[in-house]
């Protein structure tokens, strides 16, 4: 089965998400607080989940982030060029 990614997705997408797995859709109202506004970059973060919602999470979904593959500075000009890579 494809991991469905959570990133990006609007809070009735993530309830929509929640329902398909068969949660509650109040989950994705709290997944996307801990997405959004506490910044949590991993399921084991959102202690306000249940460690087996959590662990439901890890085989079903996942978290895309950016990181930051390289960083290139011009001794010439000093312009900086970031390498960014996803998932």
């Known amino acids: 089965m494809e991991k469905k ?4 997705l609007t809070v009735k ?8 797995i068969g949660e509650k859709p109040f989950r994705g109202r709290q997944l996307f607080n801990w997405l959004y506004v506490r910044k949590a970059a991993s ?6 989940l249940s460690k087996s919602l959590r662990e439901k999470l ?6 895309s982030c950016l990181h930051m593959a390289d960083r290139k500075e011009s001794p010439v000009s000093g312009a900086i060029k970031y390498l960014f890579e996803l998932g």
């Open 5 to 8: 990614i959570l990133t990006g």
């Open 13 to 20: 997408e993530l309830e929509d998400f929640f329902q398909d």
């Open 43 to 48: 399921f084991e973060e959102m202690t306000s």
């Open 58 to 63: 890890v085989q079903s979904a996942q978290i």
